[in-house]
Protein backbone atom coordinates (compact mmCIF):
# COMPACT_ATOMS: atom_id res chain seq x y z
CA UNK A 1 0.00 0.00 0.00
CA UNK A 2 0.73 3.59 -0.29
CA UNK A 3 0.76 5.59 2.77
CA UNK A 4 2.07 8.73 4.02
CA UNK A 5 3.29 9.56 7.43
CA UNK A 6 3.24 13.13 8.93
CA UNK A 7 5.44 13.92 11.63
CA UNK A 8 8.71 12.18 12.23
CA UNK A 9 9.03 12.01 15.84
CA UNK A 10 9.45 8.45 17.06
CA UNK A 11 6.04 7.58 16.57
CA UNK A 12 5.77 8.68 13.19
CA UNK A 13 9.25 7.56 12.24
CA UNK A 14 8.82 4.73 13.94
CA UNK A 15 5.74 4.01 12.05
CA UNK A 16 7.13 4.41 9.03
CA UNK A 17 10.19 2.58 9.16
CA UNK A 18 8.32 -0.60 10.43
CA UNK A 19 5.71 -0.37 7.74
CA UNK A 20 8.13 0.06 4.94
CA UNK A 21 9.65 -3.11 6.69
CA UNK A 22 6.33 -5.01 5.89
CA UNK A 23 6.61 -4.25 2.58
CA UNK A 24 4.57 -1.14 2.19
CA UNK A 25 6.20 1.98 0.46
CA UNK A 26 6.45 4.82 3.21
CA UNK A 27 6.53 8.72 2.57
CA UNK A 28 8.10 10.24 5.51
CA UNK A 29 6.77 14.15 5.49
CA UNK A 30 7.95 16.32 8.41
CA UNK A 31 8.79 20.75 7.98
CA UNK A 32 11.98 20.34 9.69
CA UNK A 33 14.21 20.49 7.03
CA UNK A 34 17.43 19.63 9.07
CA UNK A 35 15.52 16.12 10.27
CA UNK A 36 14.52 15.54 6.65
CA UNK A 37 17.89 15.79 5.20
CA UNK A 38 19.59 13.61 7.98
CA UNK A 39 17.17 10.88 7.09
CA UNK A 40 17.75 10.88 3.67
CA UNK A 41 21.50 10.71 4.36
CA UNK A 42 20.60 7.80 6.95
CA UNK A 43 20.86 9.66 10.18
CA UNK A 44 17.98 9.04 12.72
CA UNK A 45 16.78 12.07 14.47
CA UNK A 46 16.82 9.65 17.73
CA UNK A 47 18.72 7.15 19.64
CA UNK A 48 16.26 4.38 19.45
CA UNK A 49 18.05 1.19 19.37
CA UNK A 50 17.16 -0.77 15.51
CA UNK A 51 15.85 2.00 14.30
CA UNK A 52 19.15 2.93 11.58
CA UNK A 53 19.63 -0.15 10.38
CA UNK A 54 15.64 -0.75 9.25
CA UNK A 55 16.05 3.02 7.89
CA UNK A 56 18.83 2.28 5.35
CA UNK A 57 17.52 -1.23 4.65
CA UNK A 58 14.09 0.25 3.70
CA UNK A 59 15.84 3.58 2.33
CA UNK A 60 17.99 1.39 0.16
CA UNK A 61 14.90 -0.88 -1.14
CA UNK A 62 13.43 2.07 -2.05
CA UNK A 63 9.94 1.87 0.11
CA UNK A 64 10.96 4.60 2.36
CA UNK A 65 11.37 8.00 0.92
CA UNK A 66 11.42 11.83 3.27
CA UNK A 67 10.01 14.78 2.31
CA UNK A 68 9.48 17.95 3.16
CA UNK A 69 6.60 18.49 0.51
CA UNK A 70 2.98 17.90 1.62
CA UNK A 71 2.54 17.43 -2.41
CA UNK A 72 4.64 14.95 -2.86
CA UNK A 73 4.46 13.30 -0.23
CA UNK A 74 0.84 12.93 -0.32
CA UNK A 75 0.88 12.07 -4.30
CA UNK A 76 -1.20 8.61 -4.58
CA UNK A 77 -1.29 7.96 -0.64
CA UNK A 78 -4.02 5.12 -0.23
CA UNK A 79 -3.03 6.22 3.63
CA UNK A 80 -2.48 9.55 5.35
CA UNK A 81 -1.08 8.91 8.48
CA UNK A 82 -0.84 11.90 10.97
CA UNK A 83 1.85 11.40 13.95
CA UNK A 84 2.21 15.13 15.14
CA UNK A 85 2.71 16.01 18.81
CA UNK A 86 0.12 16.86 21.10
CA UNK A 87 2.32 18.49 23.44
CA UNK A 88 1.05 19.78 27.18
CA UNK A 89 -0.92 23.12 26.99
CA UNK A 90 -0.71 25.82 29.64
CA UNK A 91 -3.88 24.16 31.69
CA UNK A 92 -3.10 20.16 31.43
CA UNK A 93 -5.08 20.03 28.25
CA UNK A 94 -3.43 18.59 25.31
CA UNK A 95 -2.17 20.97 22.78
CA UNK A 96 -3.75 20.34 19.12
CA UNK A 97 -2.29 23.11 17.30
CA UNK A 98 0.52 20.93 15.19
CA UNK A 99 -2.62 18.82 14.44
CA UNK A 100 -5.21 21.59 13.89
CA UNK A 101 -2.17 22.33 10.80
CA UNK A 102 -1.94 19.44 9.67
CA UNK A 103 -5.57 19.06 9.04
CA UNK A 104 -5.56 21.80 7.39
CA UNK A 105 -2.26 21.75 5.51
CA UNK A 106 -2.90 17.88 3.89
CA UNK A 107 -7.33 19.40 3.20
CA UNK A 108 -4.99 20.32 0.32
CA UNK A 109 -3.58 17.50 -1.19
CA UNK A 110 -6.26 14.51 0.31
CA UNK A 111 -8.31 11.90 -2.36
CA UNK A 112 -12.01 11.05 -1.74
CA UNK A 113 -10.58 7.83 -1.25
CA UNK A 114 -8.02 8.44 1.11
CA UNK A 115 -7.79 7.47 4.62
CA UNK A 116 -6.81 9.45 7.33
CA UNK A 117 -5.44 7.45 10.55
CA UNK A 118 -4.71 9.63 13.90
CA UNK A 119 -1.78 8.25 15.38
CA UNK A 120 -0.82 11.22 17.92
CA UNK A 121 -1.94 11.04 21.57
CA UNK A 122 -5.55 12.95 21.65
CA UNK A 123 -8.78 13.59 23.48
CA UNK A 124 -11.92 11.69 23.05
CA UNK A 125 -13.56 13.53 20.44
CA UNK A 126 -10.65 14.77 18.74
CA UNK A 127 -10.76 12.46 15.38
CA UNK A 128 -14.10 13.78 14.61
CA UNK A 129 -12.97 17.23 15.10
CA UNK A 130 -10.23 17.07 12.86
CA UNK A 131 -12.56 15.34 10.52
CA UNK A 132 -14.71 18.33 10.39
CA UNK A 133 -11.48 20.93 9.92
CA UNK A 134 -10.47 18.72 6.83
CA UNK A 135 -14.23 18.32 5.19
CA UNK A 136 -14.64 21.87 5.54
CA UNK A 137 -11.20 22.78 3.86
CA UNK A 138 -11.10 20.15 0.95
CA UNK A 139 -15.39 20.04 -0.03
CA UNK A 140 -15.94 16.18 0.34
CA UNK A 141 -16.43 13.54 3.37
CA UNK A 142 -13.25 12.02 4.28
CA UNK A 143 -12.55 8.48 6.33
CA UNK A 144 -11.30 8.82 9.51
CA UNK A 145 -9.62 6.04 11.78
CA UNK A 146 -8.22 5.99 15.41
CA UNK A 147 -5.23 4.35 15.58
CA UNK A 148 -3.62 5.37 18.75
CA UNK A 149 0.16 4.46 19.41
CA UNK A 150 1.46 2.05 22.38
CA UNK A 151 4.96 2.06 21.33
CA UNK A 152 7.58 2.65 24.19
CA UNK A 153 10.65 4.64 23.88
CA UNK A 154 14.41 2.48 23.78
CA UNK A 155 12.17 -0.43 22.43
CA UNK A 156 9.99 1.57 19.93
CA UNK A 157 10.84 -0.66 16.79
CA UNK A 158 10.40 -3.68 19.12
CA UNK A 159 6.94 -2.90 20.28
CA UNK A 160 5.84 -1.60 16.57
CA UNK A 161 6.79 -4.94 14.91
CA UNK A 162 5.24 -6.67 17.62
CA UNK A 163 2.61 -4.92 19.45
CA UNK A 164 0.44 -6.66 22.15
CA UNK A 165 -2.17 -5.30 20.04
CA UNK A 166 -3.69 -2.53 17.64
CA UNK A 167 -6.46 -0.81 18.31
CA UNK A 168 -8.82 0.76 15.34
CA UNK A 169 -11.62 3.76 15.97
CA UNK A 170 -14.11 3.59 13.05
CA UNK A 171 -17.23 4.89 12.42
CA UNK A 172 -16.38 3.32 8.93
CA UNK A 173 -16.30 -0.10 8.65
CA UNK A 174 -14.73 0.03 5.23
CA UNK A 175 -11.94 2.37 6.40
CA UNK A 176 -11.15 0.46 9.62
CA UNK A 177 -11.10 -2.57 7.14
CA UNK A 178 -8.62 -1.22 4.95
CA UNK A 179 -6.02 -0.16 8.33
CA UNK A 180 -6.54 -4.14 9.60
CA UNK A 181 -5.25 -5.20 6.19
CA UNK A 182 -2.26 -2.80 6.68
CA UNK A 183 -1.14 -4.20 9.63
CA UNK A 184 -1.99 -8.17 8.69
CA UNK A 185 1.84 -8.40 7.99
CA UNK A 186 2.29 -8.04 11.57
CA UNK A 187 0.16 -10.83 12.90
CA UNK A 188 -0.72 -8.80 16.05
CA UNK A 189 -4.65 -9.18 17.92
CA UNK A 190 -6.54 -6.47 16.14
CA UNK A 191 -9.21 -4.63 18.19
CA UNK A 192 -12.25 -2.91 16.51
CA UNK A 193 -13.86 -0.19 18.79
CA UNK A 194 -15.87 3.35 17.75
CA UNK A 195 -13.63 6.22 17.14
CA UNK A 196 -14.32 8.06 20.86
CA UNK A 197 -13.41 4.47 22.53
CA UNK A 198 -10.23 4.00 20.85
CA UNK A 199 -9.12 7.56 21.97
CA UNK A 200 -10.02 6.37 25.20
CA UNK A 201 -8.26 3.32 25.22
CA UNK A 202 -4.85 4.99 24.90
CA UNK A 203 -5.43 7.66 27.62
CA UNK A 204 -6.85 4.44 30.10
CA UNK A 205 -4.16 2.71 29.39
CA UNK A 206 -1.45 5.20 29.95
CA UNK A 207 -3.03 6.52 33.41
CA UNK A 208 -3.52 3.18 34.50
CA UNK A 209 0.46 2.30 34.00
CA UNK A 210 1.14 5.65 36.02
CA UNK A 211 -1.18 4.89 38.61
CA UNK A 212 0.23 1.30 38.91
CA UNK A 213 3.89 2.71 39.02
CA UNK A 214 2.47 5.36 42.21
CA UNK A 215 1.02 2.54 44.31
CA UNK A 216 3.83 0.25 44.22
CA UNK A 217 5.88 3.50 44.98
CA UNK A 218 3.53 4.30 47.97
CA UNK A 219 3.81 0.26 48.86
CA UNK A 220 8.04 1.20 48.59
CA UNK A 221 7.56 4.59 51.17
CA UNK A 222 5.39 2.35 53.31
CA UNK A 223 7.85 -0.89 52.91
CA UNK A 224 10.72 1.34 54.33
CA UNK A 225 9.35 2.47 57.74
CA UNK A 226 7.80 -0.75 58.08
CA UNK A 227 10.97 -2.49 57.46
CA UNK A 228 10.02 -4.52 54.44
CA UNK A 229 11.36 -4.76 51.44
CA UNK A 230 9.70 -3.43 48.17
CA UNK A 231 11.20 -6.21 45.74
CA UNK A 232 10.18 -9.08 47.75
CA UNK A 233 6.68 -7.80 47.96
CA UNK A 234 6.51 -6.67 44.56
CA UNK A 235 7.44 -10.27 43.12
CA UNK A 236 4.93 -11.61 45.27
CA UNK A 237 2.24 -9.35 44.10
CA UNK A 238 3.08 -9.47 40.39
CA UNK A 239 2.80 -13.48 40.29
CA UNK A 240 -0.76 -12.84 40.72
CA UNK A 241 -2.07 -13.12 37.43
CA UNK A 242 -4.67 -10.58 37.68
CA UNK A 243 -2.08 -7.91 38.49
CA UNK A 244 0.35 -8.98 36.00
CA UNK A 245 4.39 -8.11 37.05
CA UNK A 246 5.12 -5.30 34.56
CA UNK A 247 4.70 -1.96 35.61
CA UNK A 248 5.79 -2.94 39.85
CA UNK A 249 9.16 -1.69 39.76
CA UNK A 250 9.29 1.39 42.65
CA UNK A 251 11.91 4.19 42.05
CA UNK A 252 12.25 7.82 41.76
CA UNK A 253 9.06 7.71 39.85
CA UNK A 254 7.89 7.73 36.19
CA UNK A 255 8.84 10.83 33.42
CA UNK A 256 9.05 10.85 29.49
CA UNK A 257 6.45 12.61 26.78
CA UNK A 258 3.88 10.41 27.20
CA UNK A 259 3.01 9.57 31.45
CA UNK A 260 2.93 13.11 32.69
CA UNK A 261 1.26 14.41 30.17
CA UNK A 262 -1.11 12.18 29.35
CA UNK A 263 -2.18 11.58 33.11
CA UNK A 264 -3.23 15.38 32.85
CA UNK A 265 -4.85 15.50 29.39
CA UNK A 266 -6.95 12.65 30.86
CA UNK A 267 -7.53 14.10 34.32
CA UNK A 268 -8.33 18.09 32.21
CA UNK A 269 -10.97 15.60 29.99
CA UNK A 270 -12.77 14.63 32.88
CA UNK A 271 -12.75 18.05 34.99
CA UNK A 272 -14.20 19.43 31.44
CA UNK A 273 -17.24 17.12 31.95
CA UNK A 274 -17.12 17.72 35.49
CA UNK A 275 -16.16 14.42 36.65
CA UNK A 276 -14.09 14.59 40.03
CA UNK A 277 -11.45 11.58 38.97
CA UNK A 278 -9.38 12.25 42.34
CA UNK A 279 -7.34 9.09 41.70
CA UNK A 280 -5.46 10.86 39.19
CA UNK A 281 -4.65 13.38 41.27
CA UNK A 282 -2.61 11.13 43.58
CA UNK A 283 -1.16 9.72 41.04
CA UNK A 284 0.16 12.81 40.24
CA UNK A 285 1.30 14.13 43.44
CA UNK A 286 2.73 10.52 44.76
CA UNK A 287 4.82 10.85 41.50
CA UNK A 288 5.95 14.23 42.39
CA UNK A 289 7.00 13.40 45.90
CA UNK A 290 8.61 10.02 44.48
CA UNK A 291 11.28 12.41 42.36
CA UNK A 292 11.99 14.05 45.43
CA UNK A 293 13.23 11.25 47.41
CA UNK A 294 16.74 10.99 46.58
CA UNK A 295 17.42 14.62 47.52
CA UNK A 296 15.70 14.35 50.66
CA UNK A 297 17.47 11.11 51.74
CA UNK A 298 20.67 13.27 50.82
CA UNK A 299 19.80 15.85 53.27
CA UNK A 300 18.66 13.30 56.07
CA UNK A 301 22.06 11.74 55.78
CA UNK A 302 24.61 14.50 55.24
CA UNK A 303 22.72 17.57 56.94
CA UNK A 304 23.60 20.03 54.86
CA UNK A 305 24.71 19.75 51.05
CA UNK A 306 26.49 23.23 50.73
CA UNK A 307 29.68 22.23 49.14
CA UNK A 308 29.05 18.27 48.29
CA UNK A 309 30.28 16.49 45.50
CA UNK A 310 27.57 14.32 43.73
CA UNK A 311 28.30 12.38 41.11
CA UNK A 312 25.04 11.45 38.92
CA UNK A 313 24.83 8.43 36.90
CA UNK A 314 22.19 8.82 34.62
CA UNK A 315 20.32 11.84 32.68
CA UNK A 316 17.67 9.95 30.37
CA UNK A 317 14.10 9.56 31.89
CA UNK A 318 14.49 5.85 31.32
CA UNK A 319 17.75 4.13 29.85
CA UNK A 320 18.13 3.41 26.16
CA UNK A 321 17.01 6.29 25.14
CA UNK A 322 18.56 10.03 25.33
CA UNK A 323 14.78 11.57 25.93
CA UNK A 324 15.28 14.28 28.93
CA UNK A 325 11.49 15.05 28.95
CA UNK A 326 9.98 15.03 32.21
CA UNK A 327 13.00 12.56 33.14
CA UNK A 328 14.08 13.13 36.95
CA UNK A 329 17.27 14.13 36.88
CA UNK A 330 16.02 17.84 36.22
CA UNK A 331 14.45 18.41 39.26
CA UNK A 332 17.01 16.39 41.06
CA UNK A 333 20.19 18.47 39.40
CA UNK A 334 18.05 21.66 40.16
CA UNK A 335 17.47 20.88 44.02
CA UNK A 336 20.92 19.60 44.51
CA UNK A 337 22.20 22.27 43.32
CA UNK A 338 20.11 25.47 44.78
CA UNK A 339 21.38 23.50 48.17
CA UNK A 340 25.12 24.39 47.93
CA UNK A 341 25.91 20.92 46.39
CA UNK A 342 28.16 20.42 43.07
CA UNK A 343 26.88 17.89 40.68
CA UNK A 344 29.16 15.62 38.08
CA UNK A 345 26.74 13.74 35.74
CA UNK A 346 27.48 11.03 33.41
CA UNK A 347 25.52 9.19 30.92
CA UNK A 348 25.56 6.86 28.06
CA UNK A 349 23.55 8.85 25.84
CA UNK A 350 21.56 12.16 27.22
CA UNK A 351 24.59 14.32 27.59
CA UNK A 352 24.14 16.36 24.55
CA UNK A 353 20.35 16.44 25.45
CA UNK A 354 20.68 17.42 28.97
CA UNK A 355 23.29 20.18 28.25
CA UNK A 356 19.75 21.82 26.60
CA UNK A 357 17.81 21.58 29.15
CA UNK A 358 20.14 21.75 32.60
CA UNK A 359 23.03 24.07 30.63
CA UNK A 360 25.98 24.82 33.18
CA UNK A 361 24.03 24.21 36.36
CA UNK A 362 26.08 20.64 36.53
CA UNK A 363 29.18 19.18 34.99
CA UNK A 364 29.48 16.25 32.81
CA UNK A 365 31.81 13.70 32.65
CA UNK A 366 33.11 11.85 30.35
CA UNK A 367 32.82 8.63 31.65
CA UNK A 368 31.50 7.05 34.86
CA UNK A 369 35.09 7.03 36.25
CA UNK A 370 35.73 10.72 35.98
CA UNK A 371 32.35 11.45 37.31
CA UNK A 372 32.53 9.28 40.51
CA UNK A 373 35.86 10.71 41.50
CA UNK A 374 36.37 12.96 44.56
CA UNK A 375 32.48 12.03 45.16
CA UNK A 376 30.84 12.66 48.29
CA UNK A 377 27.85 10.86 47.10
CA UNK A 378 26.69 8.76 44.50
CA UNK A 379 23.06 9.05 42.60
CA UNK A 380 22.07 6.83 40.36
CA UNK A 381 19.19 8.14 38.37
CA UNK A 382 18.21 6.07 35.56
CA UNK A 383 19.05 2.35 35.32
CA UNK A 384 21.09 2.07 32.16
CA UNK A 385 22.48 -2.05 32.67
CA UNK A 386 26.07 -0.66 32.14
CA UNK A 387 25.66 0.67 35.67
CA UNK A 388 24.34 -2.52 37.04
CA UNK A 389 27.32 -3.96 35.48
CA UNK A 390 30.21 -1.62 37.02
CA UNK A 391 32.94 -3.06 39.59
CA UNK A 392 31.78 -0.88 42.38
CA UNK A 393 34.28 -2.56 44.63
CA UNK A 394 37.02 -0.42 42.88
CA UNK A 395 34.16 2.61 42.46
CA UNK A 396 33.82 3.69 45.85
CA UNK A 397 37.44 3.90 46.42
CA UNK A 398 37.57 6.66 44.55
CA UNK A 399 34.94 8.24 46.71
CA UNK A 400 35.59 10.43 49.36
CA UNK A 401 32.83 9.17 51.19
CA UNK A 402 31.00 5.38 49.74
CA UNK A 403 28.03 6.48 49.98
CA UNK A 404 25.05 5.25 47.31
CA UNK A 405 21.59 6.38 46.95
CA UNK A 406 19.94 4.24 44.34
CA UNK A 407 17.02 6.01 42.92
CA UNK A 408 16.66 2.52 40.35
CA UNK A 409 17.17 0.09 43.07
CA UNK A 410 19.56 -1.42 40.78
CA UNK A 411 22.19 -3.05 43.07
CA UNK A 412 22.17 -5.86 44.89
CA UNK A 413 23.36 -7.21 47.98
CA UNK A 414 26.24 -9.25 46.37
CA UNK A 415 27.85 -6.23 44.86
CA UNK A 416 27.32 -4.23 47.77
CA UNK A 417 29.33 -6.97 49.91
CA UNK A 418 32.40 -6.62 47.54
CA UNK A 419 32.85 -3.16 48.48
CA UNK A 420 33.71 -3.74 52.04
CA UNK A 421 32.89 -0.20 53.61
CA UNK A 422 29.83 1.31 52.16
CA UNK A 423 26.43 3.00 52.75
CA UNK A 424 23.68 2.50 50.17
CA UNK A 425 20.04 3.58 50.27
CA UNK A 426 17.44 2.81 47.51
CA UNK A 427 13.71 3.04 47.16
CA UNK A 428 11.69 0.55 49.24
CA UNK A 429 14.85 -1.25 50.63
CA UNK A 430 16.58 -2.13 53.85
CA UNK A 431 19.18 0.10 54.12
CA UNK A 432 22.82 -1.51 53.75
CA UNK A 433 25.17 -0.26 55.91
CA UNK A 434 28.99 -2.10 55.71
C1 LIG B 1 4.94 4.88 27.76
C2 LIG B 1 4.00 3.70 27.53
O1 LIG B 1 4.58 2.51 28.11
C3 LIG B 1 3.74 3.50 26.05
O2 LIG B 1 2.80 2.46 25.86
C4 LIG B 1 3.20 4.81 25.46
O3 LIG B 1 3.01 4.68 24.07
C5 LIG B 1 4.15 5.95 25.75
O4 LIG B 1 4.39 6.05 27.16
P1 LIG B 1 7.57 5.31 27.58
O5 LIG B 1 7.29 6.67 28.15
O6 LIG B 1 8.46 5.22 26.39
O7 LIG B 1 6.21 4.56 27.18
O8 LIG B 1 8.29 4.44 28.72
P2 LIG B 1 7.89 3.32 29.78
O9 LIG B 1 8.81 2.19 29.61
O10 LIG B 1 6.46 3.03 29.80
O11 LIG B 1 8.28 4.06 31.15
C6 LIG B 1 7.66 5.27 31.52
C7 LIG B 1 8.21 5.74 32.84
O12 LIG B 1 7.81 4.90 33.90
C8 LIG B 1 9.74 5.78 32.91
O13 LIG B 1 10.14 6.97 33.57
C9 LIG B 1 10.11 4.58 33.75
O14 LIG B 1 11.30 4.77 34.46
C10 LIG B 1 8.91 4.51 34.70
N1 LIG B 1 8.65 3.16 35.22
C11 LIG B 1 8.25 2.17 34.38
C12 LIG B 1 8.78 2.92 36.59
O15 LIG B 1 9.15 3.81 37.37
N2 LIG B 1 8.50 1.66 37.05
C13 LIG B 1 8.08 0.66 36.25
O16 LIG B 1 7.83 -0.45 36.77
C14 LIG B 1 7.96 0.91 34.87
Same mark, same amino acid.
Given at each position: ?17 ? !? ?145 ? =? ?17 ? /? ?32 ? =?????? @? ?24 ? +????? +? ?14 ? !? ?45 ? /? ?28 ? @? ?17 ? @? ?61 ? @????
Amino acid at each position: MKIAVLGTGYVGLSTGVC !LSEIGHHVYCIDINEQKINNLRNGISPIYEPGLESLLASNMTAQRLQFTTSLEEGLNDAEIIIIAVGTPQGDDGAADLSYLEQAAKDISKYVAASSIIVIKSTVPVGTNEYIQTIIEAECGFPVQMVSNPEFLRQGSAVQDTMKPDR =IILGSNDKTAAEKIREMYL /PLNAPIILADIRSAEMIKYASNAFLATKISYINE =IANLCE @VVGANVEDVANGVGKDKRIGEAFLQA +GIGYG +GSCFPKDVKALLHTAS !LYQVDFSMLKETIAINDNQQKLLVKKAVKRFGDLQGKKIAMLGLSFK /PETDDMREAPSIKIAHSLTQMGAEVVAYDP @VAINNAKQVLGDIITYASS @VYDAISQADALMIVTEWKEFTQLDFASLVKKMNHPIIFDGRNCLEEEQLKACGNVEYYSIGRP @VIII
